[in-house]
């Protein structure tokens, strides 16, 4: 069924009892064309581009949890394509693009907002830095505008312009950005691909990989054996642990963010808003709660949950930037599991294992990037060469010494 305002009129006349379900729960089949594991933004949105955009429906999507279990139901919403290098940049404009017709597109309401995203500066350095982040923005076509601290104060007046510390000087804004909720995105594009025949199966735990003359054959499950002609890893944060079932190592290091939701409040921000002089975001949901995160706890794990520490030092840059949270209450956190890459950028490549292909290293951005991570996943996996705005995103990088290091801080995962 298409939503349309007409269907929800005539639902409500009959006592909305001609709604089915979203996407059907099916067995799997015992062979498909592309297995995918994960049924996360990434994976959903892979078999979403590659049904839709590339014809191939033969598609199961393999999914231990619920789909959204994982980070896709778990981030702090905010996209944005205010990226410096080159090998980012049209990719994350790209996946922009797709944000703003994403909605008609998939025909589901993910509350799409684009109410601009302002990153702080407290130096002079900083003011530098981020004017040359927006000149290249502009290069390749991206909005951005510099602000200085009273454009900043008439948007933000309830930031701490003087802290003693971290004085604020002004802000790199992208207008166009913003959030859109982000499990309404694995329920657009799960209802979007299994609407064009792809078989999304959950509760479903993939524990091996089969392989035969080195070749991918398919996936050992906890409902049995699935074989496939190609099988496509977009499992996040747990990448590591399915790679290594081919026996892959991959330059990824798991660790926690975490994020947390206070009570409801009335409007006050308007924006996405960022402290540049720590690890600290935070945007205002509809309901009123504000929803806020920081750094990844320092140490590698894989269980979806943070520690103390971490709290601290978020609330911490929290009250630097905006001193009335101290009387805000905290309603909820939770924590995901992110990959984490060793350059901080993405990989979206083949393998060098026959049929295996690999999406993963999104550490905390690949929110945003979804629909361009499934569009380009789903673009090399059909076609066996990387999307155009994709061509960074390549594996062996990692050896050949070319790397993607947007914020130029080097190997270390918690300054990515
Ligand atoms: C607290 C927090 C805040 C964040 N904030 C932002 C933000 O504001 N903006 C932004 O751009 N990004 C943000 N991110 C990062 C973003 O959420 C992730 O980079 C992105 O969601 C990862 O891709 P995914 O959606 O496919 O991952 P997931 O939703 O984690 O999907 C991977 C799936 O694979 C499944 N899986 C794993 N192993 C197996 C297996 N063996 N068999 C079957 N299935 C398996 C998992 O259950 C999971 O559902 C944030 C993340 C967190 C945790």
Redesign the pocket.
Known sequence: MRYSALSVFLNGLRGNKGWGAAWRSPQPKPHYDVVI???????LATAYYLAKEFGITNVAV????YIG???????????RSNYLLQGNNPFYELSMKLWEGLEQDFNFNAMVSQRGVVNLYHSDAQRDAYTRRGNAMRLHGVDADLLDREQVRAMLPFLDFDNARFPIQGGLMQKRGGTVRHDAVAWGYARGADMRGVDIIQD???TGIRRENGAVTGVETTKGFIGCGKLAL?????SS??AAMADMKLPLESHV???FVSEGLKPFIDCVVTFGAGHFYCSQSDKGGLVF?GDIDGYNSYAQRGNLATVEHVAEAGKAMIPGLSRVRVLRSW??I?DMSMDGSPIIDRTHIDNLYLNSG?????????PASGFCFAHLIARNTPQETATAFRLDRFARGFMLDEKGQGAQPNLH
């Open positions: 594991v994960g049924g996360g933004g990434h994976g393999v999914e231990k949890g279990s994982g980070n896709v139901g778990r981030n702090t919403t905010i996209i479903c735990e993939v977009a499992a996040a944060g747990n642990r399915v963010l975490q994020a995160g924590g995901g992110m999104w550490c905390y951005g690949g929110f945003k990037a979804t």
